[in-house]
């Protein structure tokens, strides 16, 4: 598994405006929470992916990505390893490129079916320390 260059990474949370953060907790505690709040903090519009709460940060949380009309611009992983090849098949059903699992996420299955699409693919990496790092 290779992630794009830091400078990628960069240019990609610059053009960037809606994400998608699967298995966003509504608990302040939690590091999804955290994280996600950080980036809306910054401009970002988060739509929570959890089927078992109701909202997190203010927004109406969906149960799969497939309930989010329009584009989304990265979808960001809060799951373990374990869950990212069925992720990745409903990534490939909905118009979005950039396919971002959190720090300690990574699987080798759901990266290969990934890039064999033509998709950007982040893994192990921190959404909220790649933004602070490449602002």
Known sequence: M??????????????SNRIAVIGLS???????????????DQGYEIIPV????????????VSSLKEIEGPIDIVNVFRRSEFL???????????????????????????????ERGYTVIMDRCIKVEHALTK
Do not use: C, H
């Open 85 to 115: 090849p069925k992720i990745a098949q409903e990534f490939d059903e909905i118009d979005s490129n950039v396919f971002w699992a959190q720090q300690g996420v990574m699987n080798e299955e759901a990266y290969r079916f990934l890039k």
């Open 26 to 40: 509504d608990n302040p505690a939690r590091t999804s929470y955290m994280v996600s709040k950080a980036m809306q």
């Open 2 to 15: 290779e992630n794009p260059s830091r400078q990628e990474i960069g240019n990609i949370l610059k053009q």
């Open 50 to 61: 959890n089927p078992t709460i109701d909202a997190a940060l203010g927004v109406k949380a």
